[in-house]
């Protein structure tokens, strides 16, 4: 198994550019989620979703678009990129999206814009 | 919504010592407290974990207690190695789909 996989795992962006970061799971897991991570902070949610076709809005999800056509798959897509969205963004995944069980990560993308 | 906030932000210890991090919350309905150890420029990983119904889980050299009156919980090092070395994250979540992350730790340990 290789888990959460992510690509890029870097990218330079200018502002007003955009992209699709890519996320794939081969662990059967129904939930998946996109976190960024700013330095010196936290982990905050962007977007989650409970099983193929169904996605919802966490914590900071304006500037960002999901989709979730087939289980494990899980695209980030960042429209018009702002200086803002510079981050590490991580994909992660869990099996029954309860809220108390381990969320596998996926090695994370650094994305600057300039 | 939920909020943990954790301290200290940077934590220094010499190798064999203890290292203590403390996180509270404000969502009394949250159930389920997980830790996270990222190393540098890796992922963060799950080392320990405890739910509302348990005050205190041991791993080895790891332990993590929880006071829900108090609405904190804390992780404990003992006997720290170099390979500690890392940033720890506590989190929290009343049983749903958003984990809400602190803020991190920054764990140094000196040979």
């Known amino acids: 198994n290789a888990g959460v996989t992510q690509t890029p795992k870097f990218r330079i962006l200018k502002i007003g550019q955009s992209m699709t970061l890519q996320c794939a799971q081969d662990?059967?897991?129904?939930?998946m989620y996109w976190y960024r991570q700013d330095p010196g902070m936290g982990l905050k949610l962007i977007y989650y979703?409970?099983?193929?076709?169904?996605?919802d809005k966490g914590e900071v999800p304006n500037g960002y678009n999901v989709s979730r056509s087939t289980t494990e798959d899980f695209p980030l897509r960042l429209e018009l990129a702002a200086p803002s969205q510079t981050s590490v963004y991580f994909c992660?995944?869990?099996?029954?999206?309860?809220?108390?069980?381990?969320?596998?990560f996926g090695s994370g993308t650094q994305l600057s814009v300039l | 919504g939920e909020n943990v906030e954790q301290h200290p932000s940077t934590l220094s210890v010499q190798e064999g010592d203890s290292a203590v991090i403390k996180c509270t919350y404000s969502?009394?309905?949250?159930?389920?407290f997980p830790w996270y150890k990222q190393e540098l420029g890796k992922r963060p990983q799950l080392i320990i974990d405890i739910r509302s119904n348990v005050g205190e889980k041991k791993d080895q050299r790891i332990a993590v207690t929880l006071n829900k009156t108090a609405k904190h919980f804390s992780l404990h090092i003992t006997e720290t190695q170099p390979e500690d070395s890392a940033v720890y994250f506590c989190a929290a979540n009343t049983g749903g789909f958003k984990t809400i992350f602190g803020a991190g730790t920054r764990l140094f340990v000196k040979a």
């Open positions: 969502d009394s309905a949250s159930n389920y």
């Open positions: 979703s409970v099983g193929a076709g169904i996605t």
């Open positions: 992660a995944s869990s099996y029954l999206g309860q809220g108390d069980e381990k969320l596998f």
């Open positions: 662990m059967n897991h129904n939930y």
